[in-house]
């Protein structure tokens, strides 16, 4: 029976350089998939590309994919499908065509898959009935329409398997959903209809936990110990084959574990419902899976299920939601946590006699507990140092500075002991806060334009 | 022995963001610890414990095939990802903390992991 591997070597922009690299080398993978877009990313992407019109895509993929030409070259099965595309998947594709023309590979097909990007004619939208009220209070769009920064459909495989069927061996998207990025693979090798819903079931339950990178493999695992080592770890391989099973794996040879425990633990991450894991290919069930370690570091998948597909797609919009900033200083000696306190008690108190206190303030005292402030946890011992952390959330720019302005003079000012203050004071960043919402799919149709590397980078 | 027991004796846990919600997957290593968090493990006792972060809703959703519940917490992030002042805007550290709770009751069929074989690294025995 025809199976394939899909083996995902990025879980967001930032993930490990070395991923995609040893994924694609050691994983004997059909599919590389790359996943890149958190909720906000896009709106980091959006404002990139504001300031440079040929911006807006993750900036350092056309350097993956430069690290992969010799993997490309020796394995020609082996096809990318990623979301690097972000704001701009043309772009983007355009860039890492001229890479792989440069390096050989001139008559790859590479395609853009775009058409999530509903800035652009959301008046029209609106205009139209759309009312992109809030996604989980209702609550209507309101004076949040000027501030919108970005507005992205998530998009369903539709667009990938298109791109796939026009034998594109490079798929860049925009915005589509993250376990559509091995959806689109196996609709397009198995040609199961759009319909089979448990089917479907299974590639988004494989797509779920691997989309995370190496969070299926050992990382963030709560049972870790230093016996599973990370420096190497493995990152996932779904093997999805023709008539719905699928297993997930690692590379051989690789650190990292895939266990019953990792992976039931991939499988909660990021969940609400489980009965109802919604994508734009899929109302997935996965409150029945099961999971059987068939081998080392080999887990069979059983038990998904579906049911047809939402009828509106989810949109994320980010909007400008005034500033922040933290800052932070290293409190030592006997009592620092009370005198941590203190300190943070008079850089409140002096942005208070400027009048400059903003809306929002946060201290915490860390090496206390405070990162969960309230929660009682295990007593700790009394520390020799903990780290003063205060943030701040303000429309105006100059507030939120004020209290970083005011953070560093405790050295001089403060109580004995206060240190940490290298590197220079932290800049205070705009804020582009989430409003998630919903439109009709016929306002997001996925665009493919499908070319060679040759024709890209005429 | 005590008749109570600390969480991450009989479970393992994730937790991350959603929004401003934030979900914790609890996962029992065996059988009878799942049947065990069923009646002890509610969605009450946990709205409880992480109360003090603004919580104002739990949901709990049961995956008998893999021996977890997931709870949902509404609005415990302070804001979530983009807006929240904390140091975990995205809820990592929820999970380990709900590991530390103590429930009541103990009993040795709890600890045993379950029927699928673990590396010996991973086992809850060699922690």
């Known amino acids: ?458 | 022995m005590s008749d109570v027991i600390r969480l991450g004796e009989i479970a393992h846990a994730r937790s991350g963001d959603k929004g401003n919600h934030a979900n914790v997957g609890v996962i029992a290593y065996t059988a009878a610890g799942y049947e065990h968090l069923g009646r002890v493990l509610t969605a009450d006792r946990v709205a409880e414990f992480f109360a003090p972060l603004g919580v104002t809703r739990v949901e709990r959703f049961a995956l008998p095939g893999i021996h977890a519940y997931n709870f949902l917490l509404h609005d415990a992030l302070g804001g979530g990802a983009s807006r929240s002042l904390r140091t975990d805007t995205q809820g990592k550290t929820l999970g380990p903390a709900l590991l530390e709770m103590e429930i009541p009751g103990n009993h040795s069929s709890w600890l045993t992991p379950s029927s699928a074989p673990k590396s010996p690294a991973a086992s809850p025995a060699s922690r």
């Open chain 1, 1 to 458: 029976m025809k199976t394939i591997r899909i083996g995902n070597g990025a879980g967001f922009w930032g993930d490990s350089r070395l991923a995609p690299i040893e994924i694609a080398r050691e994983g004997r993978l059909d599919y590389l998939t790359l996943e890149y877009l958190a909720e906000l990313t896009m709106s980091i992407l959006a404002h990139l590309k504001s300031r440079d019109p040929a911006a807006g895509y993750v900036s350092d993929f056309p350097d993956v994919v430069r690290d992969l030409l010799p993997v490309l070259q020796e394995q020609p099965g082996l096809r990318i499908v990623t979301n690097a595309g972000g704001m701009h998947p043309e772009a983007c594709a355009k860039r890492t065509a001229e890479v792989l023309a440069a390096g050989g590979l001139g008559s790859t097909i590479v395609a853009a898959v775009s058409g999530d990007d509903l800035l652009p004619a959301i008046d029209a939208h609106l205009a139209a009935g759309e009312t992109f009220a809030h996604f989980e209070t209702g609550g209507p769009l309101g004076d949040v329409r000027s501030r919108i920064v970005s507005a992205n459909a998530y998009l369903g495989a539709e667009g990938i398997v298109e791109a796939l069927g026009r034998g594109a061996r490079l798929v860049v998207t925009g915005r589509v959903a993250d376990a559509s990025l091995t959806v689109g693979p196996a609709l397009h090798e198995f040609g199961w209809p759009g319909t089979d819903w448990d089917r479907l079931a299974v590639a988004t339950v494989a797509g779920h936990l691997i989309e995370c990178g190496a969070q299926s493999t050992g990382g963030m695992y709560s049972d870790w110990t230093p016996a599973i080592s990370l420096g190497d770890v493995g990152y996932p391989i779904a093997e999805i084959a023709e008539d719905g099973s699928c297993v997930v794996t690692k590379p051989d040879g690789s650190g990292g574990a895939v266990t019953v425990g990792t992976v039931a633990e991939q499988l909660v991450y990021e969940i609400g419902d489980p009965a109802h894991y919604l994508t734009p290919d899929i109302d997935a069930d996965f409150s029945h899976v099961r999971l059987e370690q068939e081998g080392t570091d080999r887990v069979r998948v059983a038990g998904a299920r579906g049911n047809a597909r939402p009828e509106r797609y989810k949109v994320s919009m980010a909007y400008r939601d005034g500033y922040m900033a933290a800052g932070t200083l290293v409190i030592a000696g006997r009592d620092c946590a009370n005198t941590a306190r203190h300190c943070a008690g008079t850089v409140l108190e002096r942005v208070r006699r400027a009048g400059l206190l903003p809306e929002r303030t946060h201290v915490e005292v860390l090496g206390t507990g405070d990162s969960l402030p309230g929660i009682p946890l295990v007593p700790a011992g009394e520390p020799w140092e903990v780290v003063l952390r205060i943030a701040a959330h303000d429309p105006s720019r100059e507030k939120v500075e004020r209290v970083l302005r005011e953070l560093v003079p405790l050295v001089t000012s403060g109580p004995p002991g206060v240190t940490g203050y290298a590197g220079g004071r932290p800049k205070p960043h705009p804020v582009l806060a989430y409003w998630p919402t919903t439109v009709a799919r016929e306002l997001a149709r996925p665009k493919v334009t499908a070319r060679t590397a040759e024709e890209w980078s005429r």
